[in-house]
């Protein structure tokens, strides 16, 4: 099975549905002493909490029990969805004592460790995406710009999105022509896993991919 896979299973599930994952995630939290991610990753710290950013969302971590919680319309929550509450636990737990970026991008099904390297025909994850922008490329560079994205001179369309300050992810999409159908890469540094799982991957994937659906649907329903 494909990281993309276990993603794709888990998208729209909320955490506190894993109860053996939450448990398990916040029993290793628990009286969470941040010194050390605080340095290797720059992230700031208080005596009640550890503050992160993903996809530009605030989040924190409550130190006495590992309680994660995102800020949304100005308020504090902890009612997170399964796959970036992994995301952001993974940060904090896999992060290396000296991670070092490479700046060669490769794409997330074929870095180092995972057993498989073959991609799958129809992605779960990719799949569906492929099929929603073919032929409609202006719209999705309109929302990757929405979002943040950076332009990149890749493909027919690319851009750089920012999960985490240090783990940054590039979509490259190619259009539909009359010998091929739609086709989306996903690329990460090849030394991503110095900050987080390969796993993990497939979650920041689902992540931004829900994101830009999202959009799109909000953008459809409003015209």
């Known amino acids: 099975m494909s990281v993309n896979y276990h993603a794709f299973q888990c998208r ?3 955490f506190d549905e894993y109860e053996a994952h939450k448990e398990h995630w916040l029993a290793f939290f628990q009286n969470y002493d941040p010194r050390r991610v605080v340095h290797i990753l720059g992230l700031t ?3 009640d ?3 992160l950013s993903y996809y530009q969302t605030p989040y924190r971590m409550r130190l006495v029990d590992g309680t994660l919680e995102k800020k949304i ?3 504090w929550s902890s009612r997170l969805y399964f796959n970036e509450a992994m995301v952001c636990y993974h940060l904090l737990h896999y992060v290396k004592d000296t991670p070092m970026l490479t700046g060669a991008w490769t794409p997330n099904t074929a870095l180092d460790g ?3 390297r073959t991609e799958p025909q129809h992605d779960p994850l990719f799949a569906p995406f492929e099929k929603r922008f073919t032929g409609r490329i202006a719209q999705l560079e309109a929302l990757c710009k929405r ?3 950076v332009r990149q001179d890749k493909g027919d369309l690319c851009y750089e999105f920012e999960a985490f300050p240090q783990v940054h992810l590039q979509v490259l999409f190619y259009d539909a022509d009359e010998d091929f159908p739609a086709q ?3 690329l990460v540094d090849r030394h991503v896993t110095d900050y987080i ?3 993990t991957t497939g979650c920041l994937i689902s992540d931004l991919f829900e994101k830009i659906e999202q959009m799109d649907d909000a953008e459809a329903n409003n015209g």
Request: glycine share 16%; proline share 0%; no cysteine.
């Open 12 to 14: 729209g599930f909320l």
């Open 45 to 47: 710290a208080d005596e």
């Open 49 to 51: 909490y550890l503050y």
């Open 73 to 75: 319309n100005g308020e």
């Open 114 to 116: 995972i057993i498989s």
């Open 147 to 149: 979002l943040g994205g």
């Open 184 to 186: 989306v890469k996903v």
């Open 197 to 199: 799982h390969f796993e």
